[in-house]
C-alpha cells in the first residue's frame, strides 16, 4: 500500500497536504498532515485519517513536532486500520460514492 503526499494549494494553508493512497483503479484521498497554529504564536503538526467510518481502538488523528513523524504515525493507524481487509473495503467504497 503506497502513500504519498500532495500538498494543498490555499492561501491559508502553507504547509498543509492531502494524504493519498494508491491503488490499481486510482488514487484516493485518505487523510491530512499539516500545520496548525495555536493560541498565542505556537503551532504544531497535525495528521488525521478522514472520517468516513468509525475508527474503533485505532488511533486515528494526533499532533507532534514535524511532518516526518505525522507522517510515520498516520502511516503506522493506516496500517492498523486496513489491515482487516472489510474496513479498507468499507472505507474506499465511502470515498468511491463522493466521487463526482
Do not use: C
Not at 488523528?61 to 472489510?86: C, L, P, S, Y
Amino acid at each position: 500500500m503506497e502513500l504519498y503526499l500532495r500538498k494543498v494549494q490555499h492561501v491559508q494553508a502553507k504547509d498543509n497536504y492531502r494524504v493519498i493512497l494508491k491503488t490499481d483503479e486510482g488514487d484516493f484521498e485518505i487523510g491530512s498532515i499539516g500545520v496548525q497554529h495555536q493560541s498565542g504564536s505556537s503551532t504544531v503538526w497535525i495528521w488525521g485519517i478522514d472520517t468516513l467510518l468509525p475508527m474503533r481502538e485505532i488511533e486515528s488523528e494526533g499532533q507532534g513536532v514535524d511532518r516526518a513523524d505525522r507522517m510515520k504515525r498516520f502511516k503506522a493507524a493506516w496500517i492498523r486500520f486496513a489491515a482487516d481487509e472489510a474496513n479498507l473495503a468499507e472505507f474506499l467504497n465511502m470515498k468511491r460514492k463522493r466521487r463526482p
